[in-house]
């Protein structure tokens, strides 16, 4: 599971270059994760423009990411491709995450 | 392809084919995560001169979870098993039988596939329970049928042609 990181003015940046997260890759992206979340800032962005697909399984694995990270740092999310962006709608999750159309410029607020 | 000159804006039910069948996809695969994604994969290619991004991410969607639950939960970790996948590009509608012999469904009927509650915080929040529901939404027609030994499955999923 390939994740690149990269910091954004406070904030982490992961980027996903896989092309989907799904049953077959959940639990390695977790895990990958868990390594990065050890000394991740306060806030961190998952870039998924590369992502084309998530199945419930990959999106159970960013929610738990999301967990694992709070409550002393925050997951954002970045860059939904619109099949990804469906699943998250679909679900409900999209009201869960605060979810940026494009990845935020250096030192714009935690919109929301 | 044949399939795609056959179309007619607005066609009802298809009951007889006309000579030559419609496009068709079959893949029988042992249940494991990575085949049912190169399952997947084939399946997308095979179909990707009839179904457009979005149908295409649709049909992605509804078979994965498909495919996943059985791998999940009609085989186990206990168990293996293979899975079987018969798809026909129908006027406006993928159609999908897709047969397992591991468990059956719980009560022999598909579930209700309610979504999981989002909880009361972050801590509370699902991690999983999304598939029926998933794949309730997006497909038009589920058929389940029990039949010695053989989960037989059938989902219809539209097509836009977008």
Redesign the interface.
Known sequence: MNLETTTLGDALVVQVTAD?I???CAIQFKDRMREIASNAPPRVIMDLGRV??V???G???I??V??FL??SRRLELAALT??VA??FH????D??FTIHATLPAPGTDHGG | MAAEARVQPGSGRTRDEPAGGPARFVARVEARPLAVRMLLYALLKRFEKHIGPSDAGSVELVLAEILNNIVEHAYGEESIGEVEVVADMLPETLVCNVQDWGRSLPGLAIPEGALPSCGAGIETLPEGGWGWALIRTVASDLDYRRDAGCNRLRVAIPISFE
């Not at chain 1, 679909?90 to 999750?93: C, D, G, N, P």
Request: aromatic fraction near 4%; proline fraction near 4%; hydrophobic fraction near 55%.
């Open positions: 989907r799904d049953a077959a084309r697909f199945d419930s399984s999106l159970g694995a929610v738990a999301m967990k709070a409550p619109a099949n469906k699943v679909l679900t409900r999750m009201a869960v």
